[in-house]
């Protein structure tokens, strides 16, 4: 079965053949025994389709990847740009977005919600993401909306994507009355994760409190917007280091932005740096976001605004990259492509080597797996067999060209080419002349 001829349906898969994966000189077959890579193995060593007892895709080549992970998006702030802009309202500074969206959450509706929310959804699978974290708000003007959307998304996506949500308070745990409870009751309801965002509050340091009490009393991991700033006196992550190895929750906090890290001089970041990794605290860089609304303040070259990629990664800490938000007051543009941030955190952070572009595709595939709990990921015995083919030869090209998906397994079944939103290309011409398209 070749690439060109997917069925419509989902399909169970007993064999990729003809692949190429990242760090393997040669080309490869991989095996598939149900949801998980049974073994990897030369090219025309596997079983034919007798011995195979099922279907194989040949990708003819193709460049085969571990499937791409969100580990931090906002689905419910999605396609919200036009809005801002006929209403007039201000988007030019992280102050000015998280107020401007506030302003607009009394005018959200299910049917708004969900179709924002589903339409930003589709474009991470259509790009090959088969697991996601997703940011829901939390406040008083939308209370529990977001989180029964989410849930009903995560329900009817089951079998394509797997949605991990996170109860985030955006405005504030002391601002608003309520928070707390609804935060509580989101986590009842279902949010796998307690999220945090301190700096919107007046004192970070009981936020902080706050949100590691919530998730010591519900067993839940923790993920905090964290010291987004281009000013190196904002250092938050202290306390958060502290209390992750307080509470004994190596492994399961993780901090998104964290761009005052960059600002800081080497003498000042470098103790941080270890204190994460000593605390095993993850970090995940939002390079559209963070480049757009940092360094406005600088009058000459101003600072690129993403955090220290590459020291982080030096000291072994598990370090992510997220599209954050679509089209909106604080990413203006964005399809909901993974291998784009790749990309860009390549120029942003000089990752300009084969091993440095190779760290950046871990960087969207097996490093957000593991801060989303997933386990082995990727083209290796005993991961779930959740993989992307693309539409390249060397994995490398994925980070280098951004290629179009060509086919997704998602635990080992083919999955669907996604519905496009636009209507098909049409040919018209005179009788008798062939159309191009056929």
């Known amino acids: 079965m070749a ?72 689905l419910d702030k999605a396609y919200l740009l036009d809005r801002l802009e006929a209403a007039g309202l201000p988007a030019s500074t992280l102050a000015e977005a998280i107020a401007s969206t506030a302003r607009l959450k009394a005018t959200f509706t299910r049917a708004d919600l969900r179709e924002r929310a589903e339409r930003a959804l589709q474009a991470l699978i259509r790009h090959g993401c088969t697991a996601a974290r997703a940011h829901v708000e939390i406040a008083p003007p939308v209370g529990l909306l977001g989180v029964e959307v989410h849930l009903e998304l995560a329900a009817a996506y089951a079998d394509t994507i797997d949605l991990q949500l996170v109860a985030f308070p955006q405005d504030g745990i ?14 009842r309801l279902g949010c796998h994760v ?41 250092a938050w992550i202290d306390h958060v280091c502290a209390r992750t190895r307080a509470l004994g929750m190596h492994g399961r906090v993780a901090v998104g932005h964290l761009t005052s890290l960059a600002a800081m001089p080497p003498a000042e970041a ?9 605390a095993g605290v993850a970090v995940i860089a939002l390079p559209a976001t963070d ?17 220290r990629l590459r020291e982080l990664r030096a000291a072994g800490i598990t370090v992510a990259l997220g599209n954050n938000n679509l089209q909106n007051a604080f990413t203006p543009v964005g399809n909901g492509n993974l291998l784009q941030m790749a990309w860009l955190a390549g120029l942003v952070g000089h990752f300009g ?6 760290l950046l595709l871990e960087m969207v595939t097996t490093a957000p797996a593991r801060i ?45 080419p996604p519905p496009t939103r636009l209507a098909p290309l049409r040919w018209e011409s005179a009788p008798g002349q062939p159309s191009p398209l056929a």
């Open 270 to 278: 470098a103790p941080r740096i270890a204190a994460l990794a000593e």
């Open 291 to 307: 480049l757009y609304l940092n360094g406005r303040g600088a009058d000459r070259c101003p600072p690129r605004g993403v955090t």
């Open 353 to 358: 080597t084969a091993a440095e572009q190779a």
């Open 174 to 187: 002391q601002r608003l009355p309520g928070v707390g409870e609804l935060l509580e009751e989101a986590l």
């Open 194 to 234: 307690v999220g945090g965002c301190p700096y919107v509050d007046p004192d970070p340091a009981a936020h902080i409190d706050q949100v590691f009490a919530l998730a010591e009393r519900w067993g839940r991991p923790v993920d905090f917007h964290l010291d987004f700033s281009d000013d190196p006196r904002e």
């Open 3 to 74: 690439v060109d001829d997917l069925p419509l349906g989902t399909a169970a898969l007993r064999c990729i053949r003809h692949a190429r994966v990242p760090d393997v000189v040669a080309a490869v077959d991989i095996v598939l025994a149900g949801e998980r890579v049974a073994a990897v193995v030369p090219q025309g060593d596997a079983p034919g389709p007798r011995e195979l007892g099922g279907a194989a895709l040949d990708v003819g080549g193709r460049a085969v990847l571990p499937a791409f992970v969100e580990p931090h998006v906002h």
């Open 372 to 416: 989303l709990g997933l386990g082995r990921w990727g083209p290796t015995a005993g991961a779930r067999a959740d993989l992307v083919a693309l539409e390249c030869t060397d994995p490398l090209l994925a980070v280098r060209e951004v290629p179009p998906v060509a086919a997704v397994v998602r635990a080992g079944r083919l999955l669907p």
